[in-house]
């Protein structure tokens, strides 16, 4: 190998450039993405025109980045990429309950609510109940766990979205269960909502022929003293955008059945538990 | 295969979405795509820590581009990208003259000269003759080529970066073959140079272990008509960074043999001929 560049043996000549000090696993990382990043300009014969545009893509992407707004995140989630980081860093045995996507929504802190309180303060929306029980494989309950949720509100947006119209942790607790394992809170019953498609990420879903909308769901993150932590959602059964989900976040055994209460001013009840292994 | 995500398939179920109206180019180029960066995910089991740093490298990379400064080009090049698509863009058979990356700091509409003027405006450095023909595969000179030329002052910077400093067009110039299809003019001999080092390219290029010297070079841009326009550089030969190019924009072909003058004003002559194809 000669180590002037040649079209043939390109990764091998900029893999051989990194250094013998090199941070062994950056070292990996890196010769690992010039390798496949070569291996896909060569796949498709990637044009200097096609060039040229990625590079203004990417610098767009990074341009529109802010405090509010992760344009590369949302790429990375279109790509499918974040769903992945998650799958391969969080492994479970059948019948633990899957992780899916932590989501750009999530803030520290909520208010730690009893059990049955509703966390939907702008009152929008049809009521619904969100139930079931915290267990560990062999299906004991698991006491002390705690579960932080959030969801968007009956207009599809977070709080965090819209912080001079909805109050302060609108649709946001934290509860912690019992000897009985059990949880069981009310909130607004979860809608389907767009990720935000008005900058290059949403142009190339667009391009791309998909929508953006993300099923309805609501987040957890259930934490546990011996037992791993999951974040995950549950999607409600039935959503139109189950199989089409903008970012890959749903899993079969996410799904949460709903049902229809009658008489009384709740109208739908979300059963799910959650299983847990130990940490 | 599910619409749903699996790790197992997580390509798969990334590009079944792309619609059916979908530009087939974009569709090629994006499940390309994909597929590269799962299995790179794949490859080295990515943590969520490194798709962190990795969100956040791209985001302070695009928040640095500017009209004077293109980080995400420099990151391009530094992963040889840059010279692969120019690679792949500009195959040619043995014999012709090499491509090599055009670089940012090309502008059009440098005054034409006279055969044997000196371009270099700032008086810095040593003179160096640049002479050679302009040839077709059979050897015979091709007249009315015209060469446009540049190349970094002796301080090692280009008149474009530094508006205030350097006189307007220092060491830029257009030259246009006789018959004979001879070339020759003046200018200052290359020195090596830094690419800009001071961002998120430039930490990374340390962390691989890697220096950001380029090897002097002349930069050229042969155009004729009836033949294939030829974007590439003369490197100096003997240059501390000929093997180690932090673009890779050195090939063999195209390091030219230097050798000192004496009695005479001019220190340096360069000769290279540029063998061009048909169009």
Known sequence: MTQHFTEAASDETVNARIGPHTERRL????????????AFAKDIQLTQAEWDA?????????????????EFVLLSDELGLSMLVD???????????????????HVDGAPVLEMGSDICLDGKGERCLFEGAI????????????????SDNADGFY??????????WNNRGRFITGADGYYHFHGAKPTS???????????????LGRHPYRPAHMHFIITASGYQTVTTHTFVDGDTYLKSDAVFGVKQSLIA???RLTGTDTQWRSRFNFVLIPA
Chains 1, 2 share one sequence.
């Open 27 to 38: 070292a990996e990382v890196m010769s690992s993405l010039v390798t496949h990043l070569h």
């Open 54 to 70: 990625a590079i203004d893509f990417l610098t767009r992407t990074g341009q529109l980045c802010s405090a509010e707004r992760q």
């Open 87 to 105: 799958a391969i860093n969080n492994r479970r045995p059948a019948g633990a309950t899957e992780n899916t996507v932590l989501g750009p929504f």
């Open 135 to 150: 267990l560990d494989l062999h299906g004991n309950p698991v006491e002390g766990a705690r579960l932080d949720v959030w």
């Open 159 to 168: 709080d965090v979205q819209q912080p001079d119209v909805q109050p302060k």
């Open 193 to 207: 909502y767009p990720i935000p498609d008005d900058g290059p990420v949403g142009a190339l879903l667009s391009q």
């Open 257 to 259: 059945p709903i049902e």
